[in-house]
């Protein structure tokens, strides 16, 4: 098996004040939590930050957030005194109506989104009361690219001050298995050593990173304002040669294929430095010792050619040459002339965009594809990036930096070795299909392709392709794709399948024109508008309360350039910055790249039952034992919630297919939580957790366990941490909190990876409840499924995250708000 590794960039927050930092403290960020989950290459990512105001007076505390550019944010919330304000996803236009009208206000209005080079930064702010405290919660998608044969997790955390509960959480889960997992990364040092913790069972690997406030001032990149450095997780999964790894769930697929033992193609490449003016010093020094490593790295089957231009052209050869040692050290010395000769200002040239576009095109005549390397801001990225996707190429942004050299030579390094031809991914029985044809595979990349099934039995993927002057076909040699074989998350194949489709449909736009540019905006804009995704044709307006400033997010793209205005570079030539190799066969292909959703769809909470205000100004008190339930709903805020009285045992998740059945008994303490949880995963052994430890009973044998040793018993694994229980099985993980409350424990589950089957039933299986409100003069009536009921306003205690707190929720009957009696999610025995 080869091993495959997945590049996900998570960059921590940074909170702070917008006003000068005064002498006294006057925010605390109390909490600061990074969760990613990683499943089948598809990452969700959640960055929750909770800040409180120390000041006797009202202060504006800012939002600073850095996610990666392939990313796009789905989701992003401010909890400010029980009151959810979330951010809405709009088209560009409308947005721009909102930002308009602030302004004319008299409000500032908007987000500046800055390009790096890997990240993009959001922030917004808002204006706290004294001694109030604000949660701010933001959600992005990615779908990971490989690259070099690995994936890599990258975690930057720079919080501005010492943090008291500052945690990272990943989980990862790779159907096909994880072959090692290894944690880097300048925060990866001895001094924060013991706040790593690594755990790697098959198909799962968890890694946690809690650092106390002491390590936080003390490790080698950290100081009064806390850490200020990078957390890389590496893992590799485990591949073979065949038709690769195929995932269906809900009427969707998703693909992967990366076959590695395949004989390599000698390639044919031509290198064309741009000697001219705007190259002068370091970048083209950084060229030519680029250029110098790269020929290194020819194999003697290569062929290369080597020319330079700024006014004139210079070739080394007029032919394409062997790339034999002397063959090779004849062009060291063309390259070193090159360094030595420097660059010279451009005198005639072409200087008409499309003129060059055409002439290229036709010289290249498909023959072979197109890299351009655009060096620094000085650059027409986006006529490069044209050029580059119109010859089945990709263009890469070359960041003049002291590193400048490494960069060009990782990039050749990402298409040096071809292993596969004209590729096509074909799919009977498939529909509404990502690209499926890719003039070359490399290796250490990866090919991803999603769609729509018909009929599950008639679904037949192949692969065609030409590997070394021969076709080969990859099959499925199991025969028909199983429903089940790519267990994963209820949705998410789907949300693959938008990603993908809407990142290639924003390269088509840039590549047509008229009608068909127009309809090609229409789809992308449909599709991000569905799936709440940000990107170049929508705007996440944040709201927030009455009388502040409106927020606009606006997503830039790399042909925009760096900084806060996009910079599209020189009217006339568009700058070949750097080198273009021109490879045949070479060509990369578009594979972009993989979390999930921290909270399931019904989260539960506990209340403080105390007071609940009717919208009449009445109000009234429990004085049963009782527990409080809160159901998320589709995209409204608040929730529903339920109250529950007397001791009951729970029917939490039900998995019949794989007789997996989670129990759970709530204890007898009004606004408590469960006493015990008891995981049954086959007919001869169940976990049971209560707040003392856990208990492992396999046949007749049970045992105890109560420290922080991983539990691995067949695909069952258990890991316990402070106050937190972990708990996967098959493709099902979930969190079982430890909570305290006037000095009583009490448990909390939290489905943090829901089964894909659709037979599940239990208060975990809940799908989100939607509803409208009715306003009436006496009252307040949802309309639920077109029956109307009255509801209560009231507050309840998040008790599915570490650290709870209350948020405003419509009080509802149990039987109303689940839509069937109460009585249904009871279970006679744990």
């Known amino acids: 098996m080869e091993r495959a590794v997945v590049r996900l960039t998570l960059f921590g927050l940074l909170v702070s004040f917008a006003a000068s930092q005064p002498k006294k403290k006057d925010r605390d960020i109390y909490n600061f939590y990074i969760n990613s989950t990683v499943t089948s290459r598809y990452a969700t990512t959640i960055i929750t930050s909770r800040v409180a105001n120390r000041m006797d007076e009202s202060k504006e505390i800012e939002f600073h957030v850095q996610i990666p550019k392939n990313a796009f944010i789905s989701k992003f919330t401010m909890l400010i005194d029980g009151q959810v304000y979330d951010g ?128 936080q001032k003390t490790c080698d990149s950290c100081g009064e304002q806390g ?75 290569d062929f290369f050619g080597l020319l330079s231009f700024n006014s004139d052209i210079f070739h080394w050869k007029r032919e394409l040459v062997q790339a034999t040692s002397l063959n090779l050290e004849g062009a060291k010395k063309f390259a070193q002339n090159i360094i030595a000769s420097g660059a010279a200002e451009l005198e005639e040239r072409e200087t008409n965009l499309e003129n060059i576009q055409s002439n290229v095109r036709q010289a290249i005549a498909g023959k072979f594809p197109l890299y351009c390397l655009g060096f620094g801001f000085d650059v027409n990225f986006a006529f490069l990036e044209k050029m580059s996707l119109r010859n089945s190429g990709v263009a890469r942004r070359i960041y003049d930096d002291s590193d400048a050299d490494l960069q060009l030579k990782g990039f050749y390094e990402e298409v040096a070795t071809p292993l596969l031809t004209d590729v096509e991914m074909i799919y009977v029985g498939g529909t509404n299909l990502t690209q499926t044809n890719f003039s070359q595979y490399y290796n250490g990349s990866e090919i991803v392709v999603a769609g729509e099934i018909h009929n599950i039995e008639t679904f037949r993927p192949q692969v065609l392709a030409i590997s070394r002057k021969r076709k080969v076909t990859f099959v499925n040699t199991h025969g028909s794709v199983d429903s089940l074989a790519g267990s994963v998350a209820d949705g998410l194949l789907q949300r693959v399948w938008a990603y993908l489709t809407v990142k290639q449909l924003l390269e088509k736009e840039l590549l047509v024109s008229g009608p068909e540019k127009e309809k090609v905006k229409s789809e992308t804009l449909e599709l991000s508008l569905k799936y709440n995704f940000v990107t170049p044709l929508t705007s996440m307006v944040v709201t927030k309360p009455q009388g502040e400033n409106t927020d606009v997010l606006h997503k830039p793209m790399e042909r925009e350039g760096a900084g806060d205005v996009g910079l599209s570079g020189q009217a006339g030539f568009p700058g070949f910055h750097g080198w273009s ?30 007071e609940l205000v009717n919208t009449d100004g009445t109000f009234e008190t429990s004085v049963l034992v009782s527990h409080r339930f809160l159901l998320k709903t589709d995209n409204q805020s608040p929730p529903l919630c339920f109250d529950v009285n007397g001791v009951v045992i729970f029917k939490l998740l039900h998995y019949p297919s794989k007789e997996l059945y989670i129990n759970g008994e709530l204890d007898s303490v009004t606004n408590g939580g469960f006493t015990k949880i008891v995981i049954h995963v086959s007919a001869d052994q169940r976990v049971e957790v209560d707040t003392e430890g856990i208990n492992l009973h396999q046949g007749q044998s049970t045992t105890h366990h109560i420290g922080q040793d991983p ?65 009436q003069q006496s009252d307040t009536k949802l309309k639920i499924k077109d029956r109307e009921f009255s509801v209560s306003s009231s507050t309840a205690d998040d008790y599915s995250i570490p650290h709870p707190v209350p948020i405003r929720c419509w009080l509802i009957s149990a039987d109303f708000a689940l839509e069937r009696t109460l009585n249904d999610y009871f279970v006679a025995q744990l």
């Open 88 to 215: 809405v996803v709009k088209t560009k236009e409308q947005a721009q109506q909102q930002y308009t009208a602030a302004v004319s206000r008299g409000q500032s209005a908007g987000i500046v989104s800055s390009v790096g080079r890997t990240m993009e930064e959001f922030k917004t702010s808002v204006t706290v009361a004294a001694h109030k405290k604000v949660t701010f919660k933001l959600t992005y998608e990615e779908l990971l690219k490989r690259t070099h044969g690995k994936y890599e997790l990258q975690i930057h955390a720079r919080p501005m001050q010492p943090v008291k509960n500052f945690k990272v959480d990943v989980y990862i889960h790779e159907k096909a298995g994880i072959s090692y997992i290894d944690v880097k990364g300048g925060l990866s040092t001895k001094a924060l050593a013991n706040a790593i913790t690594k755990t790697h069972a098959d198909k799962q690997a968890w890694v946690y990173f809690y650092p106390t406030e002491d390590q």
């Open 227 to 301: 850490m200020n450095g990078d957390l890389v997780i590496v893992y590799d999964v485990n591949r073979n040669n065949g038709l690769g790894d195929i995932k269906t769930s809900d009427g969707y697929f998703v693909h992967h294929f990366a076959p590695s033992s395949l004989p390599r193609i000698p390639k044919n490449v031509v290198f064309v430095i741009d000697q001219s003016g705007s190259m002068h010093g370091r970048k083209m020094q950084q060229t030519g010792t680029a250029l110098i490593h790269i020929l290194n790295d020819l194999a003697e089957d």
């Open 581 to 610: 190799p021109l490879s045949n066969p070479i060509g990369f292909p578009a594979v972009p790249s993989l979390n999930l959703d921290q909270d399931s769809d019904v989260s539960f909470y506990a209340v403080d039952v105390p």
């Open 711 to 775: 539990i691995t018993a067949g695909s069952l694994t258990v890991i316990r941490r402070d106050k937190e229980i972990d708990v996967a099985v098959e493709d099902v993980r979930l969190v079982i909190l430890v909570h305290e409350k006037d000095g009583d424990k009490f448990l909390w589950p939290a489905l943090r990876l829901k089964p894909s089957a659709n037979n599940t039933e239990g208060l975990l299986a809940l799908k989100p409840a939607g509803y409208q409100e009715v306003q």
